[in-house]
């Protein structure tokens, strides 16, 4: 079974500073990766997305990912960051096929960052 | 904002009660998604709908069931609710089902049992 782990629970960043949030996941063929951000009481909203190509993604709000199929990582990336990225950050990977096309999405169990002005 | 509804925002009830909670997916999307976010297992996926039919089952109870209708919102129904149960649950709505289709998220209904 497909599995993702982020190993680093809690990150506090100073704003302007770079950023780079890891993810490790296990699966057994071509994976599809997201990040996710969810803000406090909100829902969770696509950053990114990888699925083939260019193993440098770009996605929203600055953030960027490299997938790393050798090391079965996919970091998120950010190079200044600013207060409002406060969040909690999930990597997600969709694999889990049922053979009835349902690809439901199983995810690491995120990231807190926190940005001190 | 998403697209996606759900109601209700917040949901108290006590323990052996029943909830439903309600889910209204993105127009013209014909997949939707339950997952249960707690603080102890994170966020796990429990069941998918697709057009009226269920496709696939994740770590979802015998406690729970859901149903999509023929407008296409969802309900996912929560029996002899636990303590345990005490969750964020969300609902995600996609296109036609398929690995390139994004899931779009709702803000999420949570449940407080006591």
């Known amino acids: 079974a497909q599995s993702v782990t982020q190993p680093d629970i809690h990150i506090t960043v100073s704003e302007g500073a770079s950023l780079e949030l890891r993810c490790n996941y296990s699966y057994g063929a071509t994976p599809y990766l997201f990040w996710y951000v969810q803000s406090p009481g909100q829902g969770l909203q696509l950053l990114l997305k990888y699925f083939s190509g260019d193993t440098l993604v770009q996605g929203i709000k600055g953030f960027e990912a490299e997938f790393k199929r050798s090391q079965s990582s996919f970091n998120l990336r950010k190079p200044s960051v600013h207060w409002s990225d406060a969040a909690e950050y999930f990597c997600a990977v969709d694999g889990a096929y049922s053979g009835a096309g349902s690809y439901q999405l199983t995810f690491g169990k995120g990231t807190k960052l926190s940005v001190i002005p | 904002d998403s697209g996606v509804t759900q109601t209700p925002k917040h949901l108290i009830t006590a323990t052996g009660q029943r909830v439903t909670l309600r889910c209204s997916p993105r127009s013209g999307d014909l997949s939707v998604y339950w997952y249960q976010q707690s603080l102890d297992q994170g966020l796990q996926f429990l069941i998918h709908y697709y057009n009226g039919e269920e496709r696939a089952k994740g770590n979802i109870l015998e406690r729970f069931s859901a149903q999509q209708f023929p407008d296409l919102h969802s309900e996912l129904n929560l029996s002899s609710l636990e303590l345990g149960d005490s969750a964020l649950y969300f609902c995600?709505?996609?296109?036609?089902?398929?690995?390139?289709?994004?899931?779009?998220f709702g803000p999420g209904t949570r449940l407080t049992v006591l």
């Open positions: 995600a709505s996609s296109a036609p089902s398929g690995r390139l289709n994004e899931q779009f």
